[in-house]
């Protein structure tokens, strides 16, 4: 994904943006999250307050991928590595789960589970992150941008 590419969007170009639209799909996540998509709850890692964030999480058995989009300095990671015990609410129900980086060995399994298009409300995720028209490759090939250049990370359904 080359600069021009990516569509001047205040809220996937800055962390208050990023916030934002978080604070803004949660409710609907709460309802019935896409499928593809859930909630992670994380417990902050200065004030101990359980922090929520709506992220994309493609689960392949008792394993879920998730990606920082942002990398590792993005505040929900930093909280996951000083406390990898989270709550994952996804379809099927809300889990406790354990957080870790993708290993080497997990790495091919993890960028074909995470990168297949799963819901139409990838066109809409398409949307905020680029200019031109969202097609089903594409789609693919922005998660494939983001967790190659992203923090993948997995969290294990206990």
């Known amino acids: 994904m080359t600069d021009r590419d990516r569509r001047h969007n ?10 934002l639209l978080s ?3 949660l409710p609907f996540f709460l309802l019935r999250p896409p499928s593809a998509y859930g909630v992670l709850t ?3 890692r200065k004030t101990g307050k359980r922090r929520r964030r709506c992220i994309r999480a493609v689960r392949s058995g008792d394993s879920v991928y998730i990606v920082a989009i942002k990398g590792p300095r993005t505040g929900w990671v930093r909280n996951v590595q000083s406390n990898p015990q989270v709550r994952l609410w996804i379809r099927g129900g809300t889990f406790t789960c354990t957080v870790r980086e993708v290993d080497p060995v997990e790495r091919a399994e ?8 799963a819901s139409r409300f990838e066109y809409f995720e398409y949307a905020m992150w680029r200019r031109d028209r969202a097609t089903p490759a594409k789609i ?4 494939r941008a983001w967790f190659e250049r992203g923090t ?4 294990e359904i206990e």
Do not use: K, W
């Not at 993890?110 to 298009?117: D, K, N, S």
């Not at 693919?140 to 998660?143: I, S």
């Open 42 to 44: 994380t417990t902050g």
């Open 23 to 25: 604070a803004m799909q």
């Open 10 to 19: 205040p809220f996937v170009n800055s962390p208050t943006g990023g916030r």
């Open 152 to 155: 993948a990370l997995v969290a």
């Open 110 to 117: 993890a960028i074909e589970v995470y990168c297949r298009m």
């Open 140 to 143: 693919e090939d922005l998660h």
